[in-house]
T-cell receptor, first 114, second 113 residues
């Protein structure tokens, strides 16, 4: 059963803490993406990776970090430098890094800062 | 920056009616995609239309693209309660490289039974 999984579904963080959101795919896709969605808004690109061991900043990378050590995994760390981290985070993947492919999305992680 | 802007922001219709939502964008594109998002869930791909196509159908969905006006429309015919969701257009900008899609803010569609 192929797809993208994200964990946890809900995450609560105290101010000043770093947290890591998991994203795993078994679709054998090369490219993976992290988006942030605020209430009533569209998706904004945080980071993307076209291939293992390579990643690029998106439109709102400040306060976030990623790694791509394995093809299947693209974890996102929300650092204490991110001033307003409460949001819904979505991970996606595509077969290649080219945008003529549809993107496959995970179910999302809702992060709340207490 | 967000390229696509959907219109209207919210739409409420009766079950069985047709729903039309529009998307406008600013720069030249390679393709335009429509996605659906149920509340609190991930996005699901609906349809992709390339810049050299004018109309595309998939089941009860009909998408049009007018590159001269930089706009697209999504028509859902014979709406059902299960169509209640937010709908997003996403563009692949021409010459934008392989950095993914640019999403609009979405249209929230409510189908009243």
């Amino acid at each position: 059963d192929g797809g993208i999984t994200q964990s946890p579904k809900y995450l609560f963080r105290k101010e000043g803490q770093n947290v890591t959101l998991s994203c795993e795919q078994n679709l054998n896709h090369d490219a993976m993406y992290w988006y942030r969605q605020d209430p009533g808004q569209g998706l904004r690109l945080i980071y993307y990776s076209q291939i293992v061991n390579d990643f690029q900043k998106g439109d709102i990378a400040e306060g976030y970090s990623v790694s791509r050590e394995k093809k299947e995994s693209f974890p996102l760390t929300v650092t204490s430098a991110q001033k307003n981290p409460t949001a819904f985070y979505l991970c996606a993947s595509t077969p290649t890094g080219y945008s003529y492919n549809e993107q496959f999305f995970g179910p999302g992680t809702r992060l709340t800062v207490l | 920056s967000q390229q696509g802007e959907e219109d209207p922001q919210a739409l409420s219709i009766q079950e069985g009616e047709n729903a039309t939502m529009n998307c406008s964008y600013k720069t030249s594109i390679n393709n335009l995609q429509w996605y659906r998002q149920n509340s609190g869930r991930g996005l699901v791909h609906l349809i992709l239309i390339r810049s050299n196509e004018r109309e595309k159908h998939s089941g009860r969905l009909r998408v049009t693209l007018d590159t001269s006006k930089k706009s697209s429309s999504l028509l859902i015919t014979a709406s059902r309660a299960a169509d209640t969701a937010s709908y997003f257009c996403a563009t692949d900008e021409a010459g934008g490289g392989a950095d993914g899609l640019t999403f609009g803010k979405g249209t929230h569609l409510i189908i009243q039974p």
